[in-house]
């Protein structure tokens, strides 16, 4: 069961702050070595895209980021 408000949420300076420390965060460019798609953008493999650097990682132990 959803429930729905009618209330319209309040930003606060402490909100703002945090959104944009994570638009702040540092990101890497990365060659990928297999299909992914992300958000449904799908890119090939040799597809170099740029994502979070914490996603880079994860990426890099599943073995979706190319060596070289």
Same mark, same amino acid.
């Given at each position: 069961?959803?429930?729905?408000?009618?209330?319209?949420?309040?930003?606060? /300076?402490?909100?703002?702050?945090?959104?944009? *420390?994570?638009? !702040? =965060?540092?990101?890497?460019?990365?060659?990928?070595?297999?299909?992914?798609?992300?958000?449904?953008?799908?890119?090939? /493999?040799?597809?170099?895209?740029?994502?979070? *650097?914490?996603? !880079? =990682?994860?990426?890099?132990?599943?073995?979706?980021?190319?060596?070289?």
């Amino acid at each position: 069961m959803t429930t729905k408000t009618t209330k319209t949420p309040t930003t606060s /300076p402490e909100a703002d702050a945090t959104a944009t *420390a994570a638009q !702040a =965060r540092p990101t890497e460019l990365i060659t990928l070595s297999h299909h992914l798609n992300i958000s449904g953008t799908e890119y090939p /493999p040799g597809s170099r895209i740029r994502v979070d *650097a914490d996603y !880079a =990682r994860r990426l890099r132990r599943q073995g979706y980021v190319a060596r070289g």
